[in-house]
T-cell receptor, first 110, second 115 residues
Framework: DAKTTQPTSMDCAEGRAANLPCNHS???????VYWYRQIHSQGPQYIIH???NNETNEMASLIITEDRKSSTLILPHATLRDTAVYYC???????????FGAGTTVTVRA | SAVISQKPSRDICQRGTSLTIQCQVD?????MFWYRQQPGQSLTLIAT?????????ESGFVIDKFPISRPNLTFSTLTVSNMSPEDSSIYLC????????????FGPGTRLTVL
């Protein structure tokens, strides 16, 4: 049973912000939202994670709704190198496992 | 961060044979994991490689098919035994360097084709 729901695919324009949605309506209080991405022929790469507050790092921003049932990953200025499969993962603070769903295939177009 | 290397990067094997994949990390890590990514699919956790004890396998994966060794804190091997074409996948190792279940770092993967 999937803990997250993401769109199958989306296109983004180079230089524009890319907003990737994720639904996690059954998330519980001790579960974090993680984002990873997998560029073609590479291993997954960690992007960001958060519990309830919005988070920002050098790669992206994570916006989590107040009820925590959904979140949005924002790539502020998408480049062609951001073309990848993006995975939204819900994981509890005491669980080492990462359960990858199907993810969103993001294609950045020039 | 951690730099992870895997050997071989790819291989083509005959059914019924076995292949051992190596994972080397540039620093000592507490937790190491092995994943499988079947063609066109997402990643599935095979097992956690425990240093000094038997690996912990996920549902659907057994030690006889995927024996794992972890002789120290920087190295692990995964063997795919008695291979069949259904074992054709990318096999990836990952590590958690902080031990706090934050980010995991992944190796580049080993692309296995079984004929």
């Amino acid at each position: 049973d999937a803990k997250t729901t993401q769109p199958t695919s989306m296109d983004c324009a180079e230089g524009r912000a890319a907003n990737l949605p994720c639904n996690h309506s059954t998330i519980s209080g001790n579960e974090y939202v993680y984002w990873y991405r997998q560029i073609h022929s590479q291993g997954p790469q960690y992007i960001i994670h958060g519990l309830k507050n919005n988070e920002t790092n050098e790669m992206a921003s994570l916006i989590i709704t107040e009820d925590r049932k959904s979140s949005t990953l924002i790539l502020p200025h998408a480049t062609l190198r951001d073309t990848a499969v993006y995975y939204c993962i819900v994981r509890s603070s005491n669980d080492y496992k990462l359960s990858f769903g199907a993810g969103t295939t993001v294609t950045v177009r020039a | 961060s951690a730099v992870i290397s895997q050997k071989p990067s790819r291989d083509i094997c005959q059914r019924g044979t076995s292949l051992t994949i190596q994972c080397q990390v540039d620093s000592q890590v507490t937790m190491m994991f092995w994943y499988r990514q079947q063609p066109g699919q997402s990643l599935t956790l095979i097992a956690t490689a425990n240093q000094g004890s038997e690996a912990t396998y996920e549902s659907g994966f057994v030690i006889d098919k995927f024996p794992i060794s972890r002789p120290n804190l920087t190295f692990s091997t995964l063997t795919v035994s008695n291979m069949s074409p259904e074992d054709s996948s990318i096999y990836l190792c990952s590590v958690d360097i902080s031990g706090t279940y934050n980010e995991q770092f992944f190796g580049p993967g080993t692309r296995l084709t079984v004929l």
